[in-house]
């Protein structure tokens, strides 16, 4: 038989303490469970990244896209600009990410990181798409009509949308159009 959390009227299956996940974190946030401290856990974190005068750099394992990975006390993996922050500064609200505001991915510097939405976080990148031919973010050329044409989607829908005869006329637009409709695209404002 499956264990289910010991809050009234939750089915979901226990993960620590008799509670869910969901329950666990919550009660965690509001000081209600009292943890024990891992003593030897900060020191072992700590070994693992190199400071340069910018950015704390992960230096032990990494994703695939170059974001540190650690595990946790209870042995769960986790990004390690998450767990550094979580140390330095405190929890991460649900719905909420970490964005590196010095686009190094490997990273853990609290004061590189912000809080920011999934769409926040994704407006602040850098450059083009890996396989973008103009390398200008936002940018393509249409051999049909032998024109440069900048484009910007914003909440899934189409918001700017022109055609240039230079690749230069295009990247300034498509800048301009990013810094009206976007927040957090911190390399254009700065360009």
Same mark, same amino acid.
């Given at each position: 038989?499956?264990?289910?959390?010991?809050?009234?009227?939750?089915?979901?299956?226990?993960?620590?303490?008799?509670?869910?996940?969901?329950?666990?974190?919550?009660?965690?946030?509001?000081?209600?469970?009292?943890?024990?401290?891992?003593?030897?856990?900060?020191?072992?974190?700590?070994?693992?990244?190199?400071?340069?005068?910018?950015?704390?750099?992960?230096?032990?394992?990494?994703?695939?896209?170059?974001?540190?990975?650690?595990?946790?006390?209870?042995?769960? $993996?986790?990004? &390690?600009?998450?767990?550094?922050?979580?140390?330095?500064?405190?929890?991460?609200?649900?719905?909420?990410?970490?964005?590196?505001?010095?686009?190094?991915?490997?990273?853990?510097?609290?004061?590189?990181?912000?809080?920011?939405?999934?769409?926040?976080?994704?407006?602040?990148?850098?450059?083009?798409?890996?396989?973008?031919?103009?390398?200008?973010?936002?940018?393509?050329?249409?051999?049909?009509?032998?024109?440069?044409?900048?484009?910007?989607?914003?909440?899934?829908?189409?918001?700017?949308?022109?055609?240039?005869?230079?690749?230069?006329?295009? &990247?300034?637009?498509? $800048?301009?159009?990013?810094?009206?409709?976007?927040?957090?695209?911190?390399?254009?404002?700065? &360009?």
């Amino acid at each position: 038989m499956k264990k289910i959390c010991s809050v009234e009227d939750c089915q979901k299956p226990r993960d620590s303490k008799g509670l869910c996940k969901n329950h666990y974190m919550r009660g965690l946030r509001r000081g209600e469970i009292e943890t024990r401290p891992d003593p030897g856990y900060s020191d072992r974190f700590w070994a693992k990244v190199e400071k340069t005068e910018s950015c704390w750099n992960w230096t032990a394992a990494k994703t695939h896209n170059g974001y540190g990975v650690a595990y946790l006390p209870n042995h769960k $993996q986790q990004v &390690a600009h998450k767990i550094a922050y979580r140390m330095l500064v405190g929890e991460v609200p649900d719905g909420i990410e970490l964005d590196h505001t010095c686009h190094n991915r490997s990273c853990v510097n609290p004061d590189h990181l912000r809080q920011a939405t999934h769409k926040q976080n994704q407006e602040n990148r850098t450059g083009a798409q890996s396989n973008s031919k103009s390398g200008v973010r936002g940018v393509h050329y249409n051999r049909r009509t032998s024109s440069w044409v900048a484009t910007v989607k914003h909440e899934r829908k189409m918001r700017f949308s022109k055609q240039f005869k230079t690749l230069e006329e295009a &990247a300034a637009a498509v $800048q301009a159009a990013r810094n009206e409709i976007f927040s957090h695209n911190d390399l254009d404002r700065v &360009a």
